[in-house]
């Protein structure tokens, strides 16, 4: 069978089931290895990688799934040596340039989450672009986490909640979960129902760990050039085999 054909069987067997996780998220991992297999630089790696981002964003689309979550660049990312850095940067230019279209025609909204003061100036001009391109999307929305550490995000939001103490707008007795959430760059997505890690680590590093508290765990042995719409199927199967109890007794 194609792996096309295959997808569309598992598609097929998902809707079965029913339950489609409202949001998705990605770690996207295993680019370098997948290079070192082939003798290819890294930068390769990344480049075949986008051709998997493609492919989850289709899956997403044709499963109804309203948020999907990926892991671009994390702000640890940054220590890399500055050719793979600079690559990435201009892969993330050139991933918009090329999909901008296509996304605003098939109603995906992109937003870019993360410390974005880093980026170099091209880089900002393209995110500001497929931002502004496709806000008035809803079908579904791609967030790119790019330059972003979970733990920055959190004490960013310490300090905007600090902020409103102390020039009064708020008392500390005000300070609950919701204020907190409310101060991250997920303030208006829902926590992820679903979150996949590629290339087979069983690590979060630092993606998303106000927000997983009751996510369920999905990882992959496959490195992520080699995710496709497949294996994303086959990870939303999975998540169709939980029993998701949220501290409470089963059902
Ligand atoms: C993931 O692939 C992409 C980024 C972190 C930017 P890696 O580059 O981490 O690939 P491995 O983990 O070294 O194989
Ligand atoms: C996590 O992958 C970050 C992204 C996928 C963007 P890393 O490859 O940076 O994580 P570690 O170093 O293996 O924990
Ligand atoms: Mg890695």
Redesign the pocket.
């Known amino acids: 069978m194609s792996p096309e054909k295959h997808a569309d069987e598992l598609l097929a067997r998902i809707r079965v089931h029913g339950a489609i996780p409202r949001h998705v998220a990605i ?3 295993g680019n ?1 290895r997948w290079a070192r297999e082939r003798l290819l630089p890294r930068p390769l790696g990344h480049r075949s990688g986008m051709q998997s981002v493609r492919a989850v964003v289709k899956g997403a689309l044709a499963l109804g799934v309203e948020w999907l979550s990926l ?4 702000q ?2 940054w220590q890399r040596p500055a050719t793979e850095v600079g690559a990435l940067m201009s892969l993330l230019e050139e991933y918009i340039a090329r999909e901008v279209d296509e996304l605003r025609e098939k109603g995906v909204r992109v937003r870019v989450l993360g410390d974005l003061e880093r980026l170099t100036p091209a880089a900002a001009a393209a995110v500001d672009r497929v931002i502004r391109d496709t806000a008035h999307n809803d079908r579904l929305t791609l967030n790119l ?1 790019i330059s972003y550490g979970s733990r920055a995000e959190i004490v960013r939001a310490a300090r905007l909640l600090a902020r409103d103490v102390a020039e009064g707008r708020m008392s500390p007795d005000d300070i609950d979960e919701e204020a907190i959430a409310a101060r991250l760059y997920t303030a208006d997505c829902p926590d992820p129902d679903l979150l996949i890690r590629t290339s087979g ?1 069983l ?1 979060v ?3 998303l760990l106000w927000q997983i508290a009751y996510t369920e765990l999905y990882i992959s042995d496959v490195l992520w050039p080699d995710f496709g719409r497949r294996e994303l199927y086959e990870a939303v199967l999975a998540f169709q085999g939980r029993e998701r109890r949220f501290g409470r007794v089963s059902a």
């Open positions: 770690i996207m991992d370098g892991f671009a660049f994390s640890e990312n986490f680590e690590r590093s630092n993606f």
